[in-house]
């Protein structure tokens, strides 16, 4: 089973603040993404990646950024934090290179509240 | 992009009978049509998953159906029991290097008879 770690699991911060959610893999996954879970909304793309260096907008991009420093390792950054992203994120990995294919290996989680 | 809507957001059913959960997407260039359970507390998990070149597919008491006409699939929860209580979540892409958009989910109450 694939493994996708999330750092923190719960984050609390002000409005204005700054944030950063950190997502580790070690399957040697070449693609990650950051979805964000809200009641009524389901899982919604922020942005993903396609390996290191490379970043793609997704639907709801605005007022996050993303790096992808290492094939293992994606970042989500809050800069200006607002109540509205209050909300549960998950990073995933996938390679669709493998028989897998586009099976999404989710993190647990990362809890954060704007207060 | 894509848009999948999914329908009805709670689903209470009683135990042992059938379970329907229905999707629409709006991208004719969908291919690839996973569904994911998440338990209370858990991240989603892949639980089944059709490509467009089916209509069927059956595994361990679920079945997808797929009518690409109409845009529409669909999960069939088979002899519902307890252990089904969860969020499931509809999703589509259109293959290789497109990401997946997920429907808004649907809660899935078992109930006695």
């Known amino acids: 089973e694939a493994a996708v770690t999330q750092s923190p699991r719960n984050k609390v911060t002000v409005t204005g603040g700054n944030v950063t959610l950190s997502c580790r893999q070690t399957n040697s996954h070449n693609y990650m993404y950051w979805y964000r879970q809200d009641t009524g909304h389901g899982l919604r793309l922020i942005h993903y990646s396609y390996g290191a260096g490379n970043l793609q907008i997704g639907d709801v991009p605005d007022g996050y950024k993303a790096t992808r420093t290492t094939q293992e390792d994606f970042f989500l950054l809050l800069e200006l934090a607002s109540p509205s992203q209050t909300s549960l994120y998950f990073c995933?990995?996938?390679?669709?290179?493998?028989?897998?294919?586009?099976?999404?290996?989710f993190g647990h989680g990362t809890k954060l509240s704007v207060l | 992009g894509e848009q999948v809507e999914q329908l009805p957001s709670i689903l209470r059913v009683q135990e042992g009978s059938s379970a329907s959960i229905n999707c629409t997407y709006e991208?004719?260039?969908?291919?690839?049509f996973p569904w994911y359970k998440q338990e209370p507390g858990e991240n989603p998990k892949l639980i089944i998953d059709?490509?467009?070149?089916?209509e069927r597919k059956q595994t361990q008491g679920l079945i997808v159906l797929l009518d690409k006409k109409a845009k529409r699939f669909s999960l069939h929860i088979t002899d519902t029991q307890p252990g089904d209580s969860a969020m499931y979540f509809c999703a589509a892409s259109a293959g290789f290097a497109s990401a997946l958009t997920f429907g808004s989910g649907t809660k899935v109450i078992p109930c006695l008879p």
């Open positions: 059709i490509r467009s070149n089916m």
């Open positions: 995933a990995s996938s390679d669709p290179s493998t028989n897998s294919n586009e099976r999404l290996f």
């Open positions: 991208n004719s260039a969908s291919n690839y």
